[in-house]
C-alpha cells in the first residue's frame, strides 16, 4: 500500500474554518488600530479655552453699512437743522441732509467715505472718529459738534454818546377845563457812528421811556384829519377814538430811530461823530429821525 496525503472531507472543513476565523480576527485588530489611532487627532469641546469669545464673521462683499449722523450746537442761536450735512461714499442714502440731534440714518456700501457739513458761519464744527473712514458693513456712529464762535472783534460801544430832549407844550386854560392843544418833542443823539449803530437798541428804550412819561402821550392821533361830530334827527353818530395806543406810538418812536441810525452807519466812515435828531409829537404820521450836519 502506498503512502499519500490525504484529506477527509470533515478535515477540509475545519481547515477552512480556522482560516476564515485568522482572517477575521486580522481585520477587526487592524480596525481597532486604526480607531485608537483616529482618536488620538480627536480635540475635543472640553480642551477649547471657553473664556475668549469667537470672532463675528466678516462681512460679506457688498453688504450694506448703517452710519448715524448726529448734529450738535453750543451756543449762539442756530439750531442743529440750521445745518446741513453731506456724505460722500459708495452709494450714501440720504446723501445730503439736515442735521439731527436725534441723529439721521445713512446707508452707504463698502468704500471710503466722508461726511461734512455747510453753514457753520461763526462756529467751528469738529467731527468725530466715525465721521470718515471705510465703510466696511455693521453700524458705524458720527457725532458734528459745532461750537459758537461770535461775531469776530464786535465793536466796542462808546459812552461818549448823549441824548439831550426839548419838549414845546401848548396848553389851553378855559375857565372850566384844560385843553392840549399841540406838544411837540425833539431829541438829539450825538456820537461815534459805530457806537451808536451797536447801542441803537439802548438809545430807543431810553427816547421811549422818556416820551412814555410824558403826561401828554394819550393825546397822539394817527393824523392831522379834524374829527368832528353832528347829529342825525336825535340820534348821534358816534366816532371813533381819534388818539393811537401806548404800544403804536412806542413801536413808531423803535422804527424811525434804528432806521435813521442804520442809515448813518452805512453812509458815514467808522470812527466819525454824527449827529441824529427826531421830532415826536402829538401826531405820529409826523414822527421822523434823520441824521443832521
Do not use: H, W
Request: with cysteine; charged share 10%.
Amino acid at each position: 500500500m502506498k503512502r499519500g496525503l490525504f484529506f477527509s472531507s470533515g478535515s477540509i472543513g475545519v481547515v477552512t474554518v480556522n482560516v476564515i476565523l485568522v482572517f477575521t480576527l486580522a481585520i477587526s485588530l487592524i480596525s481597532v488600530g486604526s480607531v485608537q489611532a483616529a482618536s488620538n487627532n480627536i480635540i475635543f469641546p472640553s480642551s477649547i479655552n471657553s473664556t475668549k469669545p469667537p470672532k463675528p464673521p466678516k462681512p460679506l462683499p457688498g453688504s450694506q453699512t448703517f452710519l448715524t449722523v448726529t448734529t450738535k450746537v453750543s451756543g449762539g442761536t442756530k439750531k442743529p437743522s440750521d445745518f446741513t450735512v453731506s456724505v460722500s461714499g459708495n452709494g450714501p442714502s440720504p446723501k445730503s441732509f439736515s442735521g439731527s440731534s436725534s441723529g439721521t440714518s445713512v446707508t452707504l456700501f463698502a468704500g471710503r467715505y466722508k461726511v461734512t457739513e455747510s453753514g457753520t458761519s461763526g462756529y467751528s464744527a469738529s467731527y468725530s472718529s466715525g465721521c470718515s473712514g471705510t465703510a466696511t458693513g455693521g453700524r458705524v456712529q458720527c457725532t458734528i459738534t459745532n461750537e459758537y464762535q461770535g461775531t469776530p472783534n464786535p465793536p466796542t460801544p462808546n459812552k461818549n454818546i448823549t441824548l439831550t430832549s426839548n419838549s414845546i407844550n401848548v396848553y389851553s386854560i378855559p375857565s372850566t377845563s384844560v385843553l392840549v392843544e399841540k406838544f411837540l418833542t425833539n431829541y438829539t443823539i450825538v456820537g461815534e457812528i459805530s457806537s451808536m449803530n451797536v447801542s441803537k437798541v439802548l438809545i430807543t428804550s431810553t427816547i421811549i421811556n422818556d416820551f412814555d412819561s410824558n403826561p401828554n402821550i394819550g393825546y397822539v392821533k394817527s393824523n392831522n384829519t379834524a374829527t368832528t361830530s353832528s347829529t342825525t334827527g336825535s340820534q348821534p353818530i358816534t366816532l371813533p377814538n381819534p388818539f393811537v395806543s401806548t404800544d403804536t406810538i412806542n413801536q413808531k418812536i423803535t422804527n424811525e430811530t434804528q432806521k435813521a441810525i442804520m442809515n448813518a452807519f452805512a453812509s458815514n466812515p467808522v470812527g466819525k461823530n454824527v449827529k441824529i435828531k427826531c421830532t415826536f409829537g402829538d401826531v405820529l404820521a409826523d414822527y421822523s429821525c434823520a441824521q443832521v450836519p
